[in-house]
């Protein structure tokens, strides 16, 4: 199974929790079985169009999905998955 990191802005949606454990072997497929558990992450995680918001990078390993096939990059089953809110400032 993966491993989904959790930032602290989104743990209110899965009930605290920093990680969790998906069976999902692509971003799409963690995505929707997340928010099947905890609705309302997917709505945080992509745009309106459905695409990977531009204010939260989602990566595989440490590399950007978006360099690996958007939400079809394929997870690796011993995999770590993190989802990181865009930081903001200046």
Request: aromatic share 4%; no cysteine.
């Amino acid at each position: 199974m993966a491993t989904v990191r959790i930032p602290s802005q989104l743990r209110n949606l899965v009930d605290g929790e920093r990680k969790l454990r998906v069976t999902g072997g692509t971003i799409r497929a963690i995505l929707d079985e997340i928010d099947a558990k905890h609705p309302g992450i997917k709505n945080r995680v992509l745009d309106e169009k459905g695409e990977p918001s531009a204010f939260v990078g989602v990566y595989v390993g440490g590399e950007d999905i978006r360099f690996l096939g958007g939400l079809d990059a394929e997870v690796p089953a011993d995999a770590e998955v993190s989802i990181v809110p865009a930081a903001a400032g200046g």
